[in-house]
Structure formats: structure tokens, C-alpha cells
């Protein structure tokens, strides 16, 4: 996990990609290399029985990108994000749970749909720390 003490963030995309816990090794072992190459801001569930433990709004989402003005990740970052996730994704054959927040969206800012497993989410300012 990229620590987050202290974490500010004026605002943009946070972006959610779900697992369950049959999934959730092959889903870091793919996705945790792309966020780490490009250096944003995330968390991910470290204990299988707390993913598995998540229910409600929380079920599914395993690893949580952050907008920081000083990565990708920030304002229109996702564009550059998103895809390179898809790609170290895509062919995996993983059934990705369904996040069932209602403050989730499935499609970028722009209208496409995002792939199986990747939700977003627009936040307007918040701290961590």
C-alpha cells in the first residue's frame, strides 16, 4: 500500500477495481504493477477475510486509486489509467464482483463503459490523515 498519512486531494476521479477473494491475488499480482510504474496514490484490502468480511456499498472494492495533482491519477489522469489497467487485465478469465455503491459509475467522464471490475467515483475534496 502507497501510505496515505496526511493524504489531500482537491478533487477528481477515484477509481475502484473489485475482487473477491478467489480473485483478489491474481487481481493485485496484475493490477498493483501498473500503480506502482505509474505512481499514484492507492490502498488495496490486505487480509483475504477482510475482503471477504465487506458488505454493502464496501463489497468488492479491493484496490482504490486516488487523485493526487502530482500523478496521473489526477483531473483527466484516468484516461491514461484506466486503459493500461484494461490491458494488464484483460484475458485474465477473473469474474469480477459487482460493486453495488450507488455513487459508483461504469462509464468514463467521456461515455465509454469501463471494463469489467473498474468503477469510478467524482470526489470533490477530502483528506486523509
Known amino acids: 500500500m502507497v501510505e496515505l498519512e496526511g493524504y489531500r486531494a482537491k478533487g477528481g476521479w477515484k477509481i475502484h477495481v473489485s475482487a473477491s477473494i478467489t480473485s483478489a491475488r491474481t487481481v493485485a499480482a496484475l493490477v498493483l504493477p501498473v500503480l506502482h510504474r505509474a505512481r499514484v496514490w492507492h490502498k488495496f484490502v490486505p487480509l483475504l477475510k477482510n475482503l471477504g468480511a465487506m458488505k454493502g456499498e464496501q463489497y468488492g472494492k479491493f484496490i482504490t486509486i486516488y487523485p493526487n495533482p502530482d500523478n496521473i491519477a489526477a483531473a483527466d489522469g484516468w484516461q491514461i489509467l484506466i486503459p493500461a489497467i484494461t490491458v494488464a487485465i484483460q484475458g485474465s478469465g477473473i469474474a469480477f464482483p459487482r460493486i453495488s455503491d ?28
Open 102 to 129: 450507488p455513487r459508483e459509475v461504469f462509464v468514463t467522464p467521456l461515455g465509454q463503459l469501463l471494463p469489467p471490475g473498474i468503477s469510478m467515483r467524482q470526489v470533490d475534496d477530502f483528506t486523509q490523515g
